[in-house]
């Protein structure tokens, strides 16, 4: 088995994977892909303490399945935003959304 | 070379080493790369490998669920999704921020710090458990319908996502 | 019978058309020819399946037994008090033979409609009707619940309103839509009140229920509401009087020579189902009428008056119909008088024959009908393009003449179908349906008898008239000119005229009973007829008769045929002998429409009158309270004015020395104050001095406090500076952190490096 550490690492690696694709990439449904990559992470740790630690109780398993819910529902939502915003103003990318500056 | 030792890990080992090398390996492609199209395929693989990984922790369900909505759900709409979704993947943009050496800095900031922690905690030794341990799915299936267990949100959840579902189609239908 | 039969499929027969009429309604009412076909096939199943039922059960009673009435449930519909309604149905001898010959002539029927609404605009939602129309009449036949019955009844009336409107560009049709169905509402409201009346004394609605010999025993003996009138007769009056309205029996028969205006296989579909539905209800209160006691000396009150009804509109049909120009209305009118024979026929008693003439006169009514809607359609053909001005009727017989040769096919089926309604002896259905019921009277009620032979005497005439009118001659006007021969497929009819030459023979009476005898009469001694009636005295008479008329009508119409624009021959002989008004009445059907009419614009009236009376009641009640409502303040205003000021006037009087009195007072008093005053300024002169000296005082120690004041205002000052310079280096190093972009990216920089920087001081202060 491996231990449960190496999968801790693993998921924390894959985190910032996401978290780069959130800070530096252009593209609205870019960084909806590092968002779903986050949280894939988070469904890894989720299941890895299950396995190793709380294997009794379902519990573990039905938090994990409420994150991969929870992730369906968000990324429906953000596709959809990002198409709305398409139509609206021609573009995707998300530096020319700056209608919040000062 | 790793294969040769396989008598000496075990196939969990194994699979999570496969998984989770194509888990990482294809969210680095689909960070990295600049076709935002490729960059959904790539994320695609990644679900897939992290369906694997999830498979080599005994937990299948979520493996399946994981796989239906994110392989076959995201990867699906953006490649046939609607044309505005087509249309946004598909044009070429610098793919990455002018300061995307922050993202960097602080993503390997992060990485480090959780890893450095991971490897300094005493984690209790592995269980010598089965494989796949059965009954976990019935034991699932029975704490989410049942009222002592997670009937209610997985009520709410359910909404939550039929909700979501509606207004986005309301969003993207409306011509 | 435990096995699956045929008749476990009987909830097909009235079930497909209905769904046909949904998927009609719903989706394929665009296209003519996928309605059209959709309807063929539903009733190809249910005529097949009513059929295949019959046909069961007459091998069951040729084998000599007799079979079961079937009755499968389809369970529960609902429960009201202690009865449970059932959908059942009920499928006995009666109502196999009824949904067969029904199930045949709509065939027939629509297979018409094919070749009919070719070029008709509305065909797909008359198709829809029509499967509604079917479906509704198949209900009522089948299944065994009175409120069921009530239902398809009144659907049965939207259906004939809806059908009748479909041509609803043109006024008259609007208007004879809306007269059918406010008549035809009348009929449902006396069917509702006889069912509820039903129910309240008996608590059931099934058939079996309410016609079992207990409750109509019970029912003959409760009074209704204290008069003398049992409660079993007033239900069989409020059935019959709903069973008039259908049949277009008089008074209510108005609405069945409006309903012609419909499309002709409509037009004949409304007839031939609204005499199905009519006669079926009184054949299955048969029971009912039958018990009811003796009212008022008169022996078998119901049933009397049924047979009374049933003559006089025979008569007054047959009358009328002689004297008609419209083709359709005088076969309508033909349609009522076979009704009347049928209902005067079950009044009298003999059941079996008012169900053998109902057969029959179906078949030949519907024949003629398709005829008429044939010789329309080669009218409608001929007048394109002829220029006949606005006031050109189509169907009045006197705009027809010499169709015969253009138009054999037609020809042919109004032959066979007058010839039946006639009652031309031996080849036709009608003569031997007709003869039965004149040779029952003939040997139970004379004078009856020679009421109908003469009645039948002058059907002949009518009939010979129209032949004459439309096939013989000359044509009269150029529209008939240039009549074509319909489709083929509205020469379809023509096979009903084989049923119709063949099926008299089930009624013809072989050593003493007929089939038709033993068929029905299986359900019970009851419903025997009286058997045993002379066939030769009385055929041999009536025929007699009836051919006097038809000869009459020959010499008249047919000898010498009319020229055009002449004028009714018989009108204009009637006219001479100063009976021209006796000839309008007839006409116009007694006015009895224009009755009706004038009626319900009277009700309409006194609506008026009374709500305008409501009005008036009205303004006079929210005056009033106004006024209630003013009369108070106006009351204590006049209260104020007259009785109270004069009251207090003389005390407003004395107001005055009062003041002055009291100003003496003061005067007086005032002296002795001035004096007070001087005392008290020496305390005050006083308290001047030593304010004076506190000043001096206060002056010597004013620089220091100058300075404190100064040294207060410093310090606050530098502490100013402090908390601006802090807040300003604050905001420098803020604004430097934060993104003043709009980029949502930038804040998320800015969270990520929080998060590790958090991240960093947790691990530094737990692990360090």
Known sequence: MAPLSWVLALAAGLFCVGLYAVLARRNAVTILMGVVLMLNAVVVNLVAFWRYVEIETAGGLVFALFVVLVTAAQVLVGLALAVALWRSRGTAVVDELESLKE | MRTAHASIMGLQQILFIVFGTIALGAAVAAVALRNAFHSALALAGSCLGVAGLLVSLGAPIVAGVQALVFIGGIAASIRFGPAPLREMTRSVHLGHNRSWWVGVVVAAALCGAIVWMVFSTDLDPAPDAAFIPSGSIEALGVALVSAEGFVLPLTIAVLLVGVALAGAARLVGRR | ?768
């Open chain 3, 1 to 768: 019978m435990d096995g699956i039969t045929i008749f476990d499929l009987a909830w097909l027969i009235p079930f497909c058309p209905l769904f046909v009429f949904v998927l009609v309604a719903l989706f394929a009412h665009r296209s003519r020819a996928l309605s059209q076909q959709l309807a063929i096939y539903s009733i190809l199943i249910s005529t097949g399946l009513a059929v295949f039922m019959f046909l069961a059960n007459m091998l069951v009673v040729i084998d000599g037994q007799s079979p079961e009435v079937f009755k499968p449930t389809f369970g529960e519909w609902f429960s009201l008090g202690a009865d449970t309604f059932l959908i059942r149905i009920y499928i006995d001898q009666l109502n196999a033979l009824m949904l067969a010959v029904l199930g045949l002539a709509c065939l027939v029927i629509f297979i018409y409609s094919m070749g009919a609404m070719q070029d008709d605009p509305h065909a797909g939602s008359f198709f829809a009707l029509m499967s509604l129309l079917v479906a509704c009449v198949l209900g009522l036949l089948i299944f065994d619940n009175l409120l069921l019955f009530l239902v398809f009844w009144v659907m049965m009336d939207a259906c004939a309103y809806l059908l009748v409107g479909l041509g609803h560009e043109q006024r008259s049709a609007r208007e004879a839509a809306l007269k059918v169905f406010l008549t035809a509402g009348v009929g449902d409201l006396l069917l509702l009140f006889g069912v509820g009346l039903l129910h309240f004394h008996t608590g059931y609605l099934t058939y079996d229920r309410v016609f079992g010999q207990e409750t109509l025993q019970a029912l003959a003996e409760i009074p209704f509401l204290s008069t003398q009138f049992p409660v079993g007769a007033v239900v069989a009056l409020l059935f019959f009087g709903a069973a008039m309205v259908r049949s277009g029996q008089f008074p209510f028969h108005v609405w069945l020579p409006e309903a012609v205006v419909a499309p002709a296989p409509a037009s004949a579909l409304i007839h031939t189902a609204t005499a199905f539905a009519g006669t079926f209800l009184l054949i299955r209160a048969f029971p009912l009428l039958d018990a009811a006691a003796d009212v008022l000396v008169i022996p078998r009150f119901d049933l009397t008056v049924v047979a009374v009804v049933g003559i006089f509109t025979a008569v007054f049909a047959a009358v009328v119909a002689a004297t008609q120009r419209d083709m359709r209305r005088a076969l309508s009118f033909f349609a009522m008088g076979q009704l009347g024979y049928a209902i005067a026929a079950l009044g009298l008693g003999a059941y079996v024959l008012g169900v053998f003439h109902l057969v029959t006169s179906v078949l030949s009514n519907t024949l003629l009908f398709l005829a008429a809607g044939s010789v329309t359609y080669g009218m409608e053909h001929g007048r394109q393009g002829q220029g006949e001005n606005e006031s050109f009727e189509l169907n009045d017989m006197f705009n027809m003449g010499g169709l015969g040769e253009r138009q054999p096919a037609t020809l042919l089926m109004f032959l066979v179908g007058g010839a039946s309604l006639v009652g031309f002896p031996l080849f036709t259905a009608g003569f031997w349906s007709k003869d039965a019921i004149l040779a029952w009277t003939y040997t139970n009620n004379p004078t009856v008898f020679w009421v109908l032979a003469l009645i039948a005497a002058v059907t002949s005439f009518g009939v010979m008239r129209q032949l004459g009118l439309i096939f013989v001659g000359a044509p009269r006007s150029r529209t008939a000119a240039r009549v074509i021969e319909s489709t083929p497929a509205m020469a379809v009819p023509l096979i009903l005229t084989l049923f119709v030459l063949v099926v008299g023979l089930i009624g013809v009476p072989v050593s003493g009973a007929s089939f038709l005898d033993v068929f029905l009469g299986v359900r019970g001694e009851a419903f025997q007829s009286a058997g045993g009636y002379v066939i030769s005295e009385s055929m041999a008479l009536w025929s007699a008769v009836s051919a006097l008329g038809l000869a009459v009508g020959f010499l008249v119409y047919a000898w010498t045929p009319a020229q055009a624009g002449g004028v009714d021959q018989i009108e204009s002989l009637i006219r001479a002998m100063w009976l021209g008004w006796l000839y309008d009445l007839l006409r116009n059907a007694l006015y009895v429409g224009e009755l009706t009419y004038w009626f319900a614009k009277l009700s309409v009236l006194v609506g008026q009158v009374l709500a305008f009376g409501d009005g008036m009641l009205d303004w006079l009640v929210s005056g009033a309270l106004r006024w209630l409502g003013r009369a108070p303040s106006l009351a204590l205003a006049w209260l104020d004015a007259r009785i109270l000021t004069p009251f207090f006037r003389p005390i407003d009087r004395m107001a005055e020395p009062v003041a002055q009195a009291a100003g003496w007072v003061d005067v007086r008093l005032g002296a002795p104050a001035d004096q007070l005053q001087h005392l008290v300024r020496y305390p005050a002169r006083v308290a001047g001095l030593l304010d004076r000296w506190l000043d001096r005082l206060v002056n010597l120690a004013k620089p220091g406090t100058l300075a404190l004041v100064r040294l207060s205002a410093v310090i606050d000052k530098g502490l100013d500076l402090v908390v601006k310079s802090v807040g300003r280096v604050v905001r420098v190093s803020g604004l430097w952190f934060r993104p003043r972009t709009g980029k949502v990216q930038g804040y998320l920089r800015l969270a990520a490096i929080a998060v590790v920087v958090l991240t960093a001081m947790f691990i530094l202060f737990t692990f360090v």
